[in-house]
């Protein structure tokens, strides 16, 4: 894979994340790890992606009476930046607002994802194997307030959006304080989150890349994903 990357290091790479270019080969010929170091991305040249995001969209006139403070579904155990998602896991599961739920929205368990992101204010998002993950923008099309957990993290379309303005950060030493994040969460008022959530409906379309034609064909989205890119 060496060669490759050293004829696309001066093109624009379209990357969701900068947190996956550090990995193991297994394919090495002497049948041993080779550790290869990724040094073609650049914030500078290259270009950071959504990922695309796994459920509906949800119309800011449509939306109910949350019950649930803060939402999480997801593997518990992750690799390298994501072993702070075990500990976040065992401070938050017991609070009787919040849900921790194993697994992702699939198939079987889209419906339940729909119904976690729809019940509560908040959607955790610590990093797990990258940084970023469909989870994300998930939260986003469900009007549900993202809350990333990251001390320095780099988003899609940063340049043109305030997440700040519809995301509540959160760094990792606050978050891994017991009761902190669970306190913090509580202290935003329903107009707080009516803010965050009609502004976040502003941007939903942004992070589409679905035109909207059943077959796909046809022009893209004047706003969506692919013509901000």
């Not at 990357?15 to 650049?42: A, L, M």
């Not at 990922?51 to 109910?64: A, E, G, K």
């Not at 307030?145 to 780099?154: A, C, G, M």
């Not at 965050?196 to 969506?224: C, E, H, L, W």
């Amino acid at each position: 894979m060496s060669h490759v990357h050293e004829e696309i290091a001066l093109s624009i790479l379209l990357v969701v994340d900068f947190g996956g270019w550090f990995r193991q080969d297994s394919k090495s010929f002497n049948g041993t790890s080779e550790r290869i170091e990724h040094t073609q991305v650049s914030v500078i040249k290259d270009v950071i992606v959504p990922y695309t995001h796994l459920l509906p969209r949800l119309d800011l006139s449509h939306n109910q009476r949350r019950h649930g403070l803060l939402y999480f579904k997801g593997a518990k155990h992750r690799h390298r930046g994501g072993l702070i998602r075990e500990k976040l896991w065992d401070l938050l599961v017991d609070e009787h607002d919040i849900v921790m739920e194993e697994g992702s929205p699939n198939a079987t368990r889209r419906e339940q994802s729909i119904r976690g992101m729809r019940n509560s204010e908040f959607s955790l998002h610590p990093a797990g194997d990258t940084p970023t993950s469909c989870r994300l923008f998930d939260a986003i099309q469900s009007l549900c307030i993202p809350v990333i957990v990251s001390d320095s993290i780099k988003l899609p379309f940063e340049g043109m959006l305030d997440y700040s303005e519809f995301s509540v950060f959160v760094y990792v030493s606050d978050a891994l304080t017991p009761k902190w994040l669970a306190n913090h969460l509580r202290r935003f008022s329903e107009r707080d989150k009516e803010t965050f959530r009609s502004t976040m409906a502003k941007v939903q379309s942004v992070f589409v890349y679905d035109n909207g034609q059943a077959d796909g064909i046809g022009p893209t989205q004047p706003d969506g994903a692919v013509n901000n890119i």
